[in-house]
């Protein structure tokens, strides 16, 4: 690597392609040569010249001065300091004959240590398997491969699986893997004594390879005190990059909820239902009330964020307006538990030859979005209420504007029908979502926009433009304007609907981002990545916040508790877990699906938790008993991550209806939807 002055190091490796690869960097004060290069490759792949120039201004690099930079002769390698460190003359029948040692010594070493030692096989294996690539053992890698890969963790088998189509020296250059491993090491949490035991034996074994394999290609997390159980190794593994360091979540995170306006409610009368008396004959009716839910100022959280930390759209008489309603429909609301569960009413697509992709329920359950395989989105009404459109405007200007009906008004009742189909995408539609005020919907597409929809006009208003790849979900900030995007091209990006740009980039994941969502006070979005880690990014600065490791494999749903305190997460390993945000620390590990997990929702009070996914079932899982547990010293205990029949308090079955979605209304009814799919199908 450079120093102090530019320096130019030169690897010559022979090999069948006789291939050459030229090292050059320029040392830059305050960054690492590898953060600068990645920086000016993508502002150049990009064209941003205006910020590619303001960067180098701020580095103080001059025009010849283009960051550290890898050539390339005979088309083998374009980039990465880490593949100098594979270069190596040792014999590569050693390789065999090291691993089996290492994993001979982790197998006898004591009940302690076996469990920390074993996270080290996985990584040793993949650097090892790379080394004999890189520098031409052929026979020997694929012989080292096959032998080893079975013996690896089952959660590790499909990035293997990539691993295994780079079988020449030149197909590293064009590698995904080791784009992956270029820049990011394997990370490690390991008992001080465990990691001691662990380079006495390399050093009295003379294992120079392997460990050469540890100082450059992992990360040891270093820790005292008791050493971990398998339950919470298993509990924590699973990331394609191993475990999270723990300083990565030590800092402070504004969990709490906002402050809520002030609004002084006073139930109509035309809301109280009248009583009826023993003969059938209805009672006077009762006099107007006031609900203290309604009444009473909402407290100051002291773990939430300053009002003025993000700016937020300021309220609206017609937001305050909703609000009302939405606090009379609290009134009415059914308290859950174990003894009182919800009703489930299903809401199943069907005839849906153009294969449904998505289901999207609004956040006041009157209509029902869905996006479709031929790029269609429909909208259905999920009330009496039909599905109208503004009148043209000629009409529009003979309305008296000063009127208190003026809303209903504008609309034009001849449109009046139960669902609208929208058209613009040119792609497979994979998620949509609703703003909190109905008037706006969001989609994402395999055609890589993002469209906004007035569902005033029922027509397309804008199409954001940015990523590169298919984009997988969207999601509505609470407090509206904001709204994020998660992509295949491993970013995802906050948007506010004013601006035709991103305002934040989200770029930390390894793979695609599968899922996103923002936290009830909208100063947080999550992620959910198929490197089968969550990541929690702080919209204020941009920051990666969170990580959090677990998932043995893609994560496909997220959504957070009532309070903002707790998130749960579910994917593609028919897992449902739950993490306490304030230290990024797994509470709960649920098991009882049986395919892919594909959402999640909480109750309005965040007692109950419901699932759904691929198995065609809708289950309850008893949250609050998990939280009670957890606050009484006993989260993270053998039973929260083992047992989860106890918290699981029901199950039930469709015939054969993937489900898609689940939402809790504002009384707690819950629904579920998703399309009929054909035993045949």
Not at 58 to 76: I, M
Not at 113 to 134: G, N, T, W
Not at 376 to 383: A, D, F, M
Request: glycine fraction near 6%; charge should be negative; include cysteine.
């Amino acid at each position: 690597m450079a120093t102090s002055e530019d320096v130019c190091n030169e690897v010559v490796k022979n090999s069948p392609e006789n291939c050459v690869v030229k090292l050059e960097a320029t040392e830059n004060k305050g960054s690492e040569p590898s953060d600068l290069q990645q920086i000016l490759e993508f502002l150049q792949k990009n064209n941003y010249k205006e910020t590619l120039e303001l960067f180098k201004k701020e580095a103080r690099l001059t025009e010849n001065d283009q960051g550290p930079e890898v050539k390339v002769e005979n088309g083998c390698c374009e980039n990465s300091n880490s593949l100098v460190s594979y270069t190596s003359d040792s014999d590569p029948s050693i390789y065999d004959d090291a691993y089996l040692s290492l994993r001979t010594f982790i197998e006898t070493s004591s009940d302690m240590h076996r469990c920390e030692l074993s996270c080290i096989l996985y990584p040793v294996f993949v650097h090892m398997y790379l080394e004999l690539v890189f520098n031409g053992h052929e026979k020997k890698a694929k012989e080292f491969f096959e032998r080893f890969r079975s013996s690896q963790e089952e959660y590790y088998q499909q990035d293997i699986q990539n691993l295994s189509f780079v079988t020449k020296v030149e197909h590293i250059a064009h590698s995904p893997i080791l784009e992956e491993y270029r820049g990011n090491k394997f990370t490690i949490r390991m008992l001080r004594d465990s990691y001691n035991r662990l380079k006495r034996f390399m050093k009295e074994k003379s294992l120079n390879s392997l460990m050469s394999i540890v100082d450059d290609h992992l990360i040891v997390d270093v820790f005292d005190g008791a050493p971990r159980s398998k339950q919470q190794l298993d509990g924590a593994s699973g990331a394609m990059f191993g475990d999270v360091a723990k300083e990565v979540n030590k800092g402070k995170i504004f969990y709490g909820l906002l402050k809520e306006p002030d609004i002084c409610i006073q139930l109509d009368e035309d809301d109280e239902e009248p009583m009826q008396n023993e003969d059938g004959k209805s009672s006077k009716k009762r006099k107007p009330k006031r609900d203290p839910l309604l009444m009473k100022k909402s407290k100051n959280d002291p773990n939430a964020p300053p009002l003025n930390r993000i700016p937020l759209p300021e309220l609206k008489d017609i937001d305050k307006i909703e609000k009302a309603k939405a606090y009379r429909e609290a009134t009415k609301r059914v308290n859950l538990g174990p003894d009182n569960l919800p009703s489930i009413c299903f809401h199943t697509i069907l005839n849906s030859h153009q294969g449904v992709s998505s289901v999207e329920i609004s956040e006041d359950s009157s209509m029902l979005a869905s996006g479709f395989a031929d790029s269609e989105i429909r909208v259905w009404s999920l009330t009496r209420n039909k599905l109208r459109s503004i009148k043209p405007p000629n009409e529009l200007e003979l309305i008296d504007k000063e009127c208190d009906d003026v809303a209903e008004r504008i609309m034009d009742d001849r449109t009046a029908c139960d669902s609208i189909r929208l058209h613009g995408h040119c792609g497979p539609v994979y998620s949509t979502a609703f703003s909190q005020d109905r008037n706006h919907l969001i989609s994402g597409s395999e055609d890589g926009t993002v469209r906004l929809w007035s569902l005033q006009t029922w027509t397309n208003t804008v199409a954001y433009k940015g990523h590169l790849f298919p984009v997988w979900d969207v999601s509505f900030c609470a407090h509206g304007r904001y709204f994020a995007s998660a992509s295949s091209d491993r970013t995802a990006r906050l948007w506010a609907t004013d601006h035709i740009q991103p305002l934040r980039i989200f770029s930390g994941h390894l793979a695609d981002v599968d899922c996103v969502c923002f936290h009830p006070n909208s100063n947080y979005v999550v992620t959910g990545s198929t490197d089968r880690t969550v990541r929690l990014w702080d919209i204020h600065n941009g920051s990666c916040v969170r990580i959090m490791t677990g998932h043995k494999g893609s994560v496909h749903s997220l959504t957070f508790s009532p309070d903002g305190k707790y998130l749960a997460s579910a994917g593609s390993d028919k897992e449902i877990i739950l993490w306490d945000i304030s230290n990024g620390e797994m509470v709960a590990n649920l098991k009882g699906h049986r395919d892919t997990v594909y959402s999640l929702a909480f109750s309005r009070e965040g007692s109950i938790l419901a699932s759904g996914g691929r198995d065609n079932c809708v289950k309850l899982w008893n949250v609050s008993k998990i939280f009670a547990d957890q606050d009484s010293e006993m989260g993270y205990s053998s039973s929260l991550i083992t047992d989860s029949k106890q918290y699981e308090i029901g199950s039930y079955p469709t015939k054969q209806t993937i489900v898609l979605s689940v939402h809790f209304t504002r009384r707690n009814l819950l629904y579920a939807s998703g399309p009929f799919v054909r035993a045949d199908q």
